[in-house]
């Protein structure tokens, strides 16, 4: 028969407390969310005077922000290329990561201490934007979708989780694996990564959500609109005010949608996000924690 804990009124006391804390981090979080969802599929006027929250929608429900929001071709355009992005720097950042930690987690090879010395250092201090920028340049990547991806290719703070992760493996697994007649890739790739799958994908994870959001580089790098990710153009919408609607006749409309189309942008830039984010939600906590129990 299993054992009932009982608990003190201290305990009872603060657990109260911590999910009332609990509830109104949570509250706070949502309620931002929620305004945005129900100002984008309200009436434009009505939102346009609106000074508060948005609970519900004002007016008629209505889905016309969006429409002009995806009649822009260009929006398109950006999901194409940030997709592009996203996956290609997943890979990219994601084998360099694997491989980083494998190499500076191994006790036998020499050099760590000091390897992993000179790539803290470059997470405290760097070139900065104009010698990055000339770099870029000068490896003729200017206008390319390799300006994207290279600069960012690898990053120290993943680099430090995923070689903190593999530590914590025991060294017995991948002897055993060498007297089997494994090499180095077999037992980086089919017996280290496997046992921190977790971290590994909080890392993705991270990879993903920043690459997503990225629209500096892209500033700084490209010129070419068929190369703009998709925080690009919706810059434009947002900041530039960009007329968005391909006739002419709509010029009256996009004044009066103006400030419906930014909650829109909002939504249309974060869904896919919020999508993905609760099929990886399980290995987060488990693949940070991992990652930061010893240095």
Request: hydrophobic letters at 50%.
């Amino acid at each position: 028969m299993a054992m009932v804990e009982k608990k003190s009124l201290s305990r009872k006391v603060f657990q109260f407390f911590n999910i009332i804390l609990m509830v109104l981090i949570a509250f706070v979080c949502f309620i931002p969310i929620w305004h945005v969802l129900m100002a984008s599929v309200s009436d434009p006027g009505l939102v346009d005077r609106s000074n508060g929250l948005i609970l519900t929608p004002l007016g008629s429900f209505s889905l016309n922000g969006y429409r002009y929001v995806l009649s822009y071709k260009n929006v398109w355009i950006g999901y194409r290329n940030t997709l592009v992005y996203v996956v290609a720097q997943c890979l990219i950042t994601g084998v360099l990561t694997v491989i980083a930690g494998y190499i500076l987690s191994r006790k036998r090879f020499r050099f760590r201490k000091v390897l992993m010395g000179i790539i803290t250092f470059t997470m405290l201090f760097n070139g900065g934007m104009i010698p990055t920028y000339m770099v870029v340049r000068d490896l003729h990547m200017l206008d390319t979708r390799w300006a994207m991806l290279i600069p960012s290719a690898l990053n120290v703070f993943f680099i430090i989780i995923m070689r903190t992760s593999i530590q914590e493996i025991p060294d017995s697994l991948e002897e055993s694996a060498t007297i089997d007649g494994a090499g180095e890739l077999t037992v980086m790739f089919k017996i280290i990564l496997p046992l921190v799958k977790a971290t590994f994908a909080v890392i993705l994870l991270f990879i993903a959500v920043a690459k997503w959001n990225e629209w500096f580089p892209a500033l700084l790098y490209l010129s070419d609109n068929d190369l703009y990710p998709l925080q690009m153009f919706l810059r434009d919408i947002l900041i530039k005010q960009t007329d968005f609607t391909s006739s002419s006749d709509a010029l009256d409309s996009t004044q009066l949608y103006k400030v419906l189309v930014k909650y829109c942008v909002i939504v249309v830039s974060t869904l896919p996000v919020l999508c993905i984010y609760p099929f990886v939600q399980k290995y987060f906590v488990t693949g940070v924690m991992i990652g930061s129990v010893k240095g």
